[in-house]
């Protein structure tokens, strides 16, 4: 800051800061008096700045380690945070018959690279040498499309090709951060996709409901709704007979402030989402309410021929059923994160464990498990919730619409009285009701919890307290208030 020796002298500047991991922002609103004495700094400066053609406009960049700072100021503007959005639009597609053949063909050449890239570095790694990186694979494909026996890899797009293998190269990053398990084989006819990186070779027409993709021509689709941004990459995939394009997109929103205060939210099966203000959500339970029309269709599928002709019009029946499944959870967890993100600033959730909780309980034939069957039960009532995608959806939305989502440890969340801070297993002696064995506190165990995970969720974004600190601590006046309306 030493090159600017009048910018801290002038008295009329207001500055608001803001933080960004890779850079610092500065905005302020000056005088017209002191914009003129700006304007000079920056005339006698002009070899440290990088400015546009706007006189109220200007970027200074600096070189610092460990990284680069972004200096910019708006004059006479209000103070706005931008944020960086990347979106998903997805349409389905109406492709003629030629195009569907194209973009099978294009989905199985991808497949067949995963795989031949999959098969080569499982050969290198049991004859001991080191794995290939992508730009390797890159080379191998090249050759690979020009060999005799596999020249018809040429009518798919070279890029998506690549991709594939892009996949796999992050399958295998996510596999050694403990993320994920090994890379496996992919099968046909399950997740069928293919992807387009470059964006200057797709063209957008939605005046006229359609898109240009490199090698299918313009493909007619059902547009729904407007994209918004510019567009980065698009995926072409294919579910229960039917093709369907993702238009990812990139822009900048202003940041609004956020509406509401803070929440806690308790996850349950009787109660999907129950909130710390009394606000409770029913469980939609997709799965259940299709369980009988899907055992009809899988026993209707045993009794054919395997792949037969009616074997597979069996099966595309119970892949449709599949398909309303997911997506009537998919829309019932868009509604209900969205209301709740938009009416609140601050979310507390529990960091739920889904795949340990819902673990089978088999055990193995030497030690067998108990309550099997009933165990399996509660996992599917869990799986059916959708618990992880709800956390999802909200950790994104809350982002776009200026709030946070802060995750709680769920040790004693619903065994712990929020009057008196006594923790034990018998104040809860029914999944419905919370009875204190201490002080007599009564009210509804789910809205116990949610108001003991909004506790917690204050204290560890005032001060990070630990677990045995935070049960010290006393409630704040808008959770008393909350307790006394329990």
Same mark, same amino acid.
């Given at each position: 800051?030493?090159?600017?020796?009048?910018?801290?002298?002038?008295?009329?500047?207001?500055?608001?800061?803001?933080?960004?991991?890779?850079?610092?922002?500065?905005?302020?609103?000056? #005088?017209?008096?002191?914009?003129?004495?700006?304007?000079?700094?920056?005339?006698?400066?002009?070899?440290?700045?990088?400015?546009?053609?706007?006189?109220?406009?200007?970027?200074?960049?600096?070189?610092?380690? @460990?990284?680069?700072?972004?200096?910019?100021?708006?004059?006479?503007?209000?103070?706005?945070?931008?944020?960086?959005?990347?979106?998903?639009?997805?349409?389905?597609?109406?492709?003629?018959?030629?195009?569907?053949?194209?973009?099978?063909?294009?989905? &199985?050449?991808?497949?067949?690279?995963?795989?031949?890239?999959?098969?080569?570095?499982?050969? !290198?790694?049991?004859?001991?040498?080191?794995?290939?990186?992508?730009?390797?694979?890159? =080379?191998?494909?090249?050759?690979?499309?020009?060999?005799?026996?596999?020249?018809?890899?040429?009518?798919? @797009?070279?890029?998506?090709?690549?991709?594939?293998?892009?996949?796999?190269?992050?399958?295998?990053?996510?596999?050694?951060?403990?993320?994920?398990?090994?890379?496996?084989?992919?099968?046909?006819?399950?997740?069928?996709?293919?992807?387009?990186?470059?964006?200057?070779?797709?063209?957008?027409?939605?005046?006229?409901?359609?898109?240009?993709?490199?090698?299918? &021509?313009?493909?007619?689709?059902? %547009? #729904?709704?407007?994209?918004?941004?510019?567009?980065?990459?698009?995926?072409?995939?294919?579910?229960?007979?039917?093709?369907?394009?993702?238009?990812?997109?990139?822009?900048?929103?202003?940041? @609004?402030?956020?509406?509401?205060?803070?929440?806690?939210?308790?996850?349950?099966?009787?109660?999907?989402?129950?909130?710390?203000?009394?606000?409770?959500?029913? @469980?939609?339970?997709?799965?259940?309410?299709?369980?009988?029309?899907?055992?009809?269709?899988?026993?209707?599928?045993?009794?054919?021929?395997?792949?037969?002709? %009616?074997?597979? =019009?069996?099966?595309?029946?119970?892949?449709?059923?599949?398909?309303?499944?997911? %997506?009537?959870?998919?829309?019932?967890?868009?509604?209900?994160?969205?209301?709740?993100?938009? %009416?609140?600033?601050?979310?507390?959730?529990?960091?739920?464990?889904?795949?340990?909780? #819902?673990?089978?309980?088999?055990?193995?034939?030497?030690?067998?498990?108990?309550?099997? !069957?009933?165990?399996?039960?509660?996992?599917?009532?869990?799986?059916?919730?959708?618990?992880?995608?709800?956390?999802?959806?909200?950790?994104?939305?809350?982002?776009?619409?200026?709030?946070?989502?802060?995750?709680?440890?769920?040790?004693?969340? #619903?065994?712990?009285?929020?009057?008196?801070?006594?923790?034990?297993?018998?104040?809860?002696?029914?999944?419905?009701?919370?009875?204190?064995?201490?002080?007599?506190?009564?009210?509804?165990?789910? !809205?116990?919890?949610?108001?003991?995970?909004?506790?917690? &969720?204050?204290?560890?974004?005032?001060?990070?307290?630990?677990?045995?600190?935070?049960?010290?601590?006393?409630?704040?006046?808008?959770?008393?208030?909350?307790?006394?309306?329990?």
């Amino acid at each position: 800051m030493s090159r600017w020796p009048r910018l801290m002298v002038l008295r009329p500047i207001v500055f608001a800061i803001h933080l960004h991991p890779r850079c610092l922002r500065i905005r302020a609103d000056v #005088s017209e008096e002191a914009a003129q004495d700006v304007d000079r700094t920056r005339a006698e400066y002009t070899a440290a700045i990088l400015c546009d053609e706007d006189p109220m406009h200007g970027y200074a960049k600096t070189q610092c380690r @460990p990284r680069r700072i972004l200096l910019s100021w708006l004059l006479d503007q209000r103070y706005r945070r931008w944020v960086k959005c990347l979106q998903a639009f997805k349409f389905e597609l109406r492709p003629n018959g030629r195009q569907r053949q194209q973009m099978r063909c294009f989905a &199985g050449s991808c497949r067949y690279v995963y795989n031949k890239g999959l098969a080569l570095q499982k050969a !290198r790694f049991y004859a001991g040498e080191s794995k290939l990186n992508y730009a390797g694979l890159c =080379k191998l494909l090249t050759q690979w499309r020009s060999q005799t026996e596999t020249l018809w890899l040429k009518e798919a @797009p070279t890029h998506s090709l690549q991709q594939a293998l892009k996949d796999l190269e992050r399958a295998y990053m996510n596999f050694f951060a403990k993320r994920a398990d090994l890379p496996r084989f992919k099968k046909k006819g399950r997740h069928e996709s293919f992807r387009y990186p470059d964006p200057m070779q797709i063209k957008l027409d939605p005046m006229n409901s359609r898109l240009f993709l490199p090698k299918l &021509g313009w493909l007619r689709y059902r %547009n #729904s709704r407007a994209i918004l941004g510019l567009v980065k990459n698009v995926t072409v995939s294919r579910s229960c007979g039917r093709w369907f394009v993702s238009i990812q997109t990139e822009r900048e929103l202003e940041q @609004p402030l956020p509406r509401g205060g803070a929440v806690g939210i308790d996850l349950g099966v009787v109660r999907f989402a129950t909130l710390s203000d009394g606000t409770f959500y029913a @469980p939609l339970n997709s799965f259940k309410r299709h369980a009988a029309a899907l055992r009809k269709g899988q026993q209707a599928m045993c009794r054919k021929q395997k792949f037969s002709n %009616n074997w597979r =019009k069996a099966k595309e029946r119970i892949q449709r059923i599949h398909a309303r499944i997911g %997506n009537a959870r998919r829309d019932y967890l868009h509604k209900t994160s969205t209301a709740i993100s938009q %009416n609140h600033a601050m979310v507390c959730l529990e960091d739920l464990q889904v795949r340990n909780m #819902s673990r089978s309980a088999a055990g193995t034939s030497e030690n067998p498990g108990k309550h099997v !069957r009933a165990k399996a039960g509660l996992n599917r009532s869990i799986l059916d919730q959708g618990w992880f995608e709800f956390r999802r959806q909200l950790e994104y939305k809350l982002a776009w619409n200026g709030g946070s989502l802060i995750l709680v440890p769920p040790q004693n969340t #619903s065994r712990r009285c929020p009057q008196c801070n006594c923790v034990s297993a018998r104040n809860r002696r029914t999944q419905e009701r919370f009875h204190c064995i201490a002080c007599g506190f009564e009210a509804n165990a789910d !809205r116990v919890g949610a108001i003991n995970i909004l506790r917690a &969720g204050h204290a560890r974004c005032a001060c990070g307290v630990s677990d045995s600190d935070r049960q010290q601590q006393e409630p704040t006046e808008a959770i008393q208030e909350q307790l006394r309306a329990a």
